[in-house]
């Protein structure tokens, strides 16, 4: 995929067949320190979240990001080749780790260019990719979730992965009302949600 700068894009990937590619609290940390080297020279990185089987990130594309280097014989840019070494790294090492062979993730990382650019739009993305976690159960509360970008908006951690800033000025958040708002958000969904099932079982 062409990757163009100043372009907002939502990257993702699972593990083949839908299985865990994060075992434990180390495999977490290795990935975070991968992306660091891989991924963060090339991009502006706004969110992201690392759950057991899949990953997610939001990105603004930089004119680094969009420059293309040879792979063989094909022309691909600095960023999705970032992404190509950061994978094969991390599953080398987990295969290593494990005693296993074969591909621990899906053949292509998912590359999808957000076309709406509001800010209602981009904050949708953003809070669908921190709510992950809560969503799937794994914790009661978003900002317990260790693994991905919300503890540092929220102020409980320091990170610096994230371009916070730009964050603040495309998705117009309040920094001080962050999680209030992001809670009002849930529960939004929660009920979006129930309405859309009853609607469905009385549509049947």
Known sequence: MKIVPNEFYHVYNQGNNREKIFFDRSNYIYFLKLVRSKIFPFTEILSYCLMPNHFH???????????????????????????????????HAINSKKNRSGSLFRQKTKTILIEDKTEDYLSNVFNYIHQNPLKAGLVKHIEDWEFSSFPDYAGIRNGTLCNQKLAEEFLGFNKDQFIKETYLLVEFEKVKSAFQVSKKASDG
């Open 57 to 91: 990130f939001l990105l603004l594309a930089t004119d680094v990001s969009a420059r293309t280097k040879k792979v063989g014989s094909l022309d691909v840019s600095l960023l999705m080749d970032g992404f190509r070494q950061l994978l094969s790294s991390y599953a």
